[in-house]
């Protein structure tokens, strides 16, 4: 890591999806009480250098959560090592709904 800070030429340190995702599973939606990748709400996670993007939905349209979510996301993921920039992309498609949780978790 040391290198890449000292050389601007060298690419940045890539970001270990599964500790990104890991990081992810700490920001709970607090009217359910489970996080965000249990729950389904993750459809997509992906990076391109040190820039994470996050593809998430709601449970529903208008969540009053959306801030509160998307500013967990934000921190969950800034303290993943390699992580220079993160993209937040909310969608509505495809609709989210309760089948989308992981079995066992409740």
Known sequence: HLAAQLDPQLPPPAVDLELALDALRTVIDPEVGLDIVTLGLVYELAAEGGAVTVTF????????????IT?????????VPGVSDIRPNLV???????SMIQEGAW
């Open 57 to 68: 939905t709601l449970t529903t349209p208008g969540c009053p959560l959306e801030r509160h």
């Open 71 to 79: 500013n967990g996301i934000l921190n969950a993921l800034s303290a």
């Open 92 to 98: 509505w498609e495809p609709r989210w709904n309760p």
